[in-house]
């Protein structure tokens, strides 16, 4: 069953990446979930490297708030992140995932803060 889970969300992970890319103009927002905690890279595929990272493992998230709580605030410390680091603008790769829970709220988190999708 876990296999199954994981290889569907591989398959629907590289289906997705086939069409999303980041550039340098507009990176690519990658992220990352995993039972405790999630993470999130705004990346440029063109040179290969990450510009701006944030995690729920950061001292900048309540470890004691629920998890749709510390994926918003994920998204709002990456956004700020990303606007300091001169990105205003990203293309969302949820990994696969369904644009639901935690995946939404990090992604309202980070367009409450100012970066466009």
């Known amino acids: 069953m876990q296999d199954n889970k994981i290889l569907r969300r ?3 992970r590289s289906r997705i990446r086939k069409t999303i890319t980041g550039t340098t103009e507009r990176p ?3 992220v990352f979930r995993s039972n405790k905690s999630i993470y999130a890279q705004v990346i ?9 990272a944030a995690s729920s493992r950061e ?3 309540d470890a004691k708030a629920t998890k749709v709580d510390q994926a918003t605030a994920v998204g709002k410390m990456l956004a ?12 969302f790769d949820r990994g696969g995932y369904l644009y639901h829970g935690r995946i939404k709220a990090l992604a309202d988190g980070a367009r409450e803060a100012g970066l466009q999708f």
Do not use: F, Q
């Not at 440029?44 to 510009?51: A, E, V």
């Not at 700020?80 to 293309?91: D, I, M, P, Q």
């Open 10 to 12: 591989n398959k629907i």
């Open 28 to 30: 690519r927002l990658s």
């Open 44 to 52: 440029d595929d063109l040179k290969g490297h990450t510009i701006v």
């Open 59 to 61: 001292s900048g998230v």
């Open 80 to 91: 700020e992140k990303a606007k300091a680091a001169g990105v205003s603008v990203v293309v």
